[in-house]
């Protein structure tokens, strides 16, 4: 189960900090990550991590994003910094795992981000 966390109302210019945590601790995470769905938009890559340390992010975030995960608590974060408008979506985290011989693709309860004045 994942469990995500963290999303409100700011104003632009403000921040916020996404977690989400991986409730079954048993698991081999490899990918880490969040993407994000606006109204009558599809839903879109935000920011991962793999497991070896390299991280992508959305040209549309580069530079007020961060992605990070603490691999001991199976958990992933977003910090997101300079908040702009058109940043508002529903933010869902997603992962990668083995488990039991098998590879898994999972997403999260989405958290809503609104950023407005």
């Known amino acids: 189960q994942l469990q995500a966390c963290g999303g409100g109302l700011v104003q632009p210019g403000g921040s916020l900090r996404l977690s989400c945590a991986v409730s079954k601790r048993s698991l081999s995470i490899d990918v880490m990550g969040w993407y994000r769905q606006a109204p009558g938009k599809q839903r879109e890559l935000v920011a991962i991590?793999?497991?070896?340390?390299?991280?992508n992010y959305a040209d549309s975030v580069k530079g007020r994003f961060t992605i990070s995960r603490d691999n001991a608590e199976n958990t992933v974060y977003l910090q997101m910094n300079s908040l702009k408008p058109e940043d508002t979506a529903v933010y869902y985290c997603?992962?990668?795992?083995?488990?039991?011989?098998?590879?898994?693709?999972?997403w999260g309860q989405g958290t809503q981000v609104t950023v407005s004045s």
């Open positions: 997603y992962v990668e795992y083995w488990y039991g011989g098998l590879y898994y693709k999972n």
């Open positions: 991590s793999h497991s070896g340390g390299t991280t």
